[in-house]
């Protein structure tokens, strides 16, 4: 047993759960892993792969059950979104989008929203997250678009970009700027979108460097209506909402990277003990062993850290946003930092797409800039030291 296999048996889950989990590592070995080569190289949209997850109803994981849901733990969310990531990274983020998308609506929609809209993503709908516009990223208080009342309904207007599931998602939690507030912070409002009316285009689709099976679109709305009832929260709420989430969705975004530097260390292991140079497998030399000892160390503490903030979400706690942010900070520059180390220890075959490692690495990358830049992540745990 490995350091790894140890780690993963502190993860301590009630048996419906370690079934599920044991059900997501068989698909995401067995059908998901051996297409991702194929899925990176076309950048066509995996949408067998989404039907295999919503086969296994893994949507219903993160639904309460009073929605058709399962409402099973945060902590075994985690490990099904490493697991997934582990074996095809864009898969990974597709499937945990829906998760960041709907939480929000799980934790502060109304009775009746929650009656109406969560049934349809336990059933496996896919869900975005609409934040990001083109001169509005990590500060979201600069977003333009616009939500205006009329009567019954909301009309919504302007241009969003980098939107993960964009072009292809049913259900869509939009942010946007109530028309009538007009302080920048508190005009921020949220509603969920669902797709099929007239005003909404997807502008283009991003050519990417990783993650090329993941839709990640721009979306112009022009004057597309929604029910008022769509409205989470009160005008204005959008901010506090927005924050609360984040909350959730960088331990996601950890676990995703996470996954990815799985693999990484993974295939680095395998090729060392395989692949000899001047007689000697290339684990033998010091140099190589010292590289694979602060992969190790700094991967194992980064999942044990994952799963205390899993217990904390799990325990209800709410205010673990530099928590999370840690989290996220240095699970993402882990995955970057023991990818490019991977392709190092395959030397020139870790530079062709033969190899996994190659794509890993290019996967890796964007885990340090979404969900909040990095330099955003050490401004927000830096500045939680200063004493008021």
């Known amino acids: 047993m490995t350091i790894f296999d140890r780690l993963d048996a502190t993860l301590t889950l009630p048996s419906e759960e370690a079934m599920v989990l044991d059900s997501v590592r068989a698909l995401a070995r067995d059908e998901i892993a051996p297409k ?84 349809r993503l336990a059933e496996g709908a896919l869900a975005s997250l609409v934040i990001t516009e083109p001169t509005a990223g990590s500060d979201a208080t600069g977003m333009t678009t616009r939500f205006e009342e009329d009567g019954d309904e909301i009309v919504v207007t302007g241009t969003k970009t980098f939107i993960t599931n964009g072009a292809h998602a049913d259900l869509m939690l939009v942010f946007g700027k109530w028309r009538g507030i007009e302080d920048s912070r508190k005009s921020i409002s949220a509603l969920v979108l669902e797709r099929g009316g007239p005003g909404l285009t997807v502008v283009r689709e991003e050519d990417k460097m990783g993650l090329r099976a993941s839709s990640t679109a721009t979306l112009a709305f022009d004057g597309y209506r929604v029910p008022r009832a769509n409205l989470l929260g009160a005008p204005g709420d959008g901010l506090k909402l927005l924050l609360a989430s ?61 799963w205390h903030v899993a217990r904390l979400i799990d325990a209800g ?51 340090q800039i979404w969900e909040g830049t990095n330099q955003i992540h050490r401004q927000l745990i830096g500045r939680s030291f200063l004493k008021k």
């Open 36 to 119: 991702a080569e194929r899925y990176d190289r076309s950048g066509e949209f995996p949408w067998d792969n989404v039907k295999a997850i919503n086969a296994l109803g893994l949507n219903g994981m993160f639904v309460p059950a009073a929605y058709g849901g399962a409402g099973l733990s945060y902590a075994v969310y985690l490990a099904c979104a490493r697991e997934i990531s582990k074996a095809c990274a864009s898969t990974g983020v597709i499937w945990a989008t829906n998760f960041h998308a709907m939480k929000p609506l799980i934790d502060f929609g109304t009775e009746e929203q929650k009656q109406r809209l969560l049934p």
């Open 246 to 306: 984040l909350n959730k969705s960088r331990p996601s975004v950890a676990a995703h990277a996470l996954g990815i530097a799985r693999a990484a260390f993974e295939d680095a292991v395998a090729y060392i003990n395989e692949r000899r140079q001047s007689g000697k497998r290339i684990v033998e030399f010091q140099g190589i062993q010292f590289m694979l000892a602060d992969m190790a160390t700094d991967l194992a503490q980064c999942e044990a850290w994952m």
């Open 317 to 367: 706690a709410a205010d673990i946003g530099i928590e999370a942010s840690m989290l996220k900070l240095r699970a993402s520059d882990i995955a970057m930092r023991i990818a490019t180390d991977a392709v190092q220890l395959h030397g020139g075959y870790g530079y062709c797409k033969d190899y996994r490692v190659e794509r890993l690495m290019r996967d890796a990358k964007i885990t």
